[in-house]
């Protein structure tokens, strides 16, 4: 089982450039989750999908899109990029309805210039 | 005021040294609480995980829960090199059908040879 996968590994972005971060799981998992990282942040919350066909806002939902395409993947659109979204992004996943550990993709290291 | 207080560090110990990693929290309502390890370039980790105040202990790691006082504690005994990396302590409370956690900042631990 490869878990949680994303691609891609590193992207430059110029401002005002739109890009979507892919994820994967393979683990039979019924929610997923986006969250973003920065230096003295921790890990914050952008969208999560509790089950497939649905989505709700986190903490930092501003300037994100998300569809959660079928059970397996959860993308996340910037439409419009900002340096402000510069960060390292996660994707997550876990069998929800309680369940308290998340398993984490490696990131998605996204620069804004 | 976060809801979630850490220590960024960074903290280095020689090897061999027990480390104690500490976060407070303010909202009551938190049921569960986590120890994330990360390390450099990497997602992170599920460590330990308890619901309950008391001590939870699993080989060098011990994970102590005080919810009187609204604080939690990692303990690593016998500490390796191997266990440099970013600690996060992270807490949930279940909304609706997913398990929203939230994340400190993380404890950045170097261990000396």
């Known amino acids: 089982n490869a878990g949680v996968t994303q691609t891609p590994k590193f992207q430059v972005l110029k401002t005002g450039q739109s890009m979507t971060l892919q994820c994967a799981q393979d683990?039979?998992?019924?929610?997923m989750y986006w969250y973003r990282q920065d230096p003295g942040m921790g890990l914050r919350l952008i969208y999560y999908?509790?089950?497939?066909?649905?989505?709700d806002k986190g903490e930092v939902p501003n300037g994100y899109n998300v569809s959660r395409l079928n059970k397996r993947e959860f993308s996340l659109r910037l439409e419009s990029a900002a340096p402000s979204q510069t960060s390292v992004y996660f994707c997550?996943?876990?069998?929800?309805?309680?369940?308290?550990?998340?398993?984490f993709g490696p990131g998605t290291r996204l620069t804004v210039l | 005021q976060k809801e979630v207080e850490q220590d960024p560090g960074p903290l280095s110990v020689p090897e061999g040294a027990i480390v104690s990693l500490n976060c407070t929290y303010s909202?009551?309502?938190?049921?569960?609480f986590m120890w994330y390890r990360q390390y450099s370039r990497k997602g992170p980790e599920l460590l330990m995980y308890?619901?309950?105040?008391g001590n939870k202990e699993d080989g060098r790691f011990t994970a102590q829960v005080d919810k009187s006082s609204k604080y939690i504690s990692l303990f690593i005994r016998d500490s390796q090199p191997s266990d440099s990396a970013t600690y996060l302590c992270?807490?949930?409370?279940?909304?609706?059908?997913?398990?929203?956690?939230?994340f400190g900042s993380g404890t950045r631990l170097s261990i000396r040879p």
């Open positions: 997550a996943s876990n069998l929800g309805g309680g369940a308290n550990e998340q398993f």
């Open positions: 683990m039979n998992h019924n929610s």
């Open positions: 999908s509790a089950s497939e066909g649905t989505t």
């Open positions: 909202n009551s309502a938190f049921q569960y």
């Open positions: 308890t619901y309950s105040s």
């Open positions: 992270a807490m949930s409370v279940r909304y609706s059908s997913a398990s929203k956690i939230i």
